[in-house]
């Protein structure tokens, strides 16, 4: 008979230990939702919505946008952390300014960039043909110039609004 009473409080702290954990799951899962990926999401549409049909997103350090557009990256390099870059330069040919002139031939209409901002390789191109129209949360977008003016324009505001 001792045993019974053993086992009861046992099973009232499980159920007592069960409700608690399930109590501050619902919790977090209510209170603790984030917003980022519905604003990026809203952002990615509407920018896609203002580029010409077939355009293209070329990704360093900003995967989000590929991944929420279902593209590729026309490199299989798009994060340059953790020695990637020094890769580059011993493996690519011409090196990392090798790879910045690769990525000038692709000519993407857009090239996201992470938050770290470009690689000092890439700034040549985005001199010559990109313009940087705003942000997004964990990238910056940076438009082709054969995008047109009143496109990038309301690419620019759209991104502003948001």
Same mark, same amino acid.
């Given at each position: 008979?001792? *045993?019974?009473?053993? $086992? ?15 109590? $501050? ?30 355009? *293209?997103?070329?990704?360093?350090? /900003? ?10 990256? /026309? ?24 790879? &910045? ?18 690689? &000092? ?5 985005? /001199?010559?043909?990109?313009? *940087?129209?705003?942000?997004?949360? &964990?990238?910056?977008? /940076? ?20």
């Amino acid at each position: 008979m001792g *045993r019974l009473p053993k $086992a009861w409080i046992a099973l009232t702290l499980v159920l007592a230990w069960v409700g608690v954990a399930t109590a $501050a799951s619902f919790a977090y899962s209510v209170g603790e939702r984030d917003q980022t990926l519905l604003q990026q999401r809203r952002d990615v549409a509407a920018v896609m919505s203002l580029l010409p049909p077939g355009s *293209r997103i070329l990704s360093v350090d /900003a995967p989000q946008p590929l991944v929420l557009t279902g593209q590729t990256n /026309a490199s299989r390099f798009q994060v340059f952390s953790g020695g990637l870059t020094a890769y580059l330069q011993d493996t690519w040919p011409g090196g990392t300014q090798g790879y &910045g002139e690769w990525v000038a031939e692709q000519a993407p209409t857009v090239i996201a960039l992470g938050n770290a901002g470009a690689p &000092g390789w890439l700034d040549p191109v985005l /001199a010559e043909s990109y313009h *940087r129209l705003g942000r997004s949360n &964990g990238w910056t977008w /940076a438009v082709s110039d054969s995008v047109p003016l009143a496109d990038r324009e309301a690419i620019r505001a759209t991104l502003a609004e948001n």
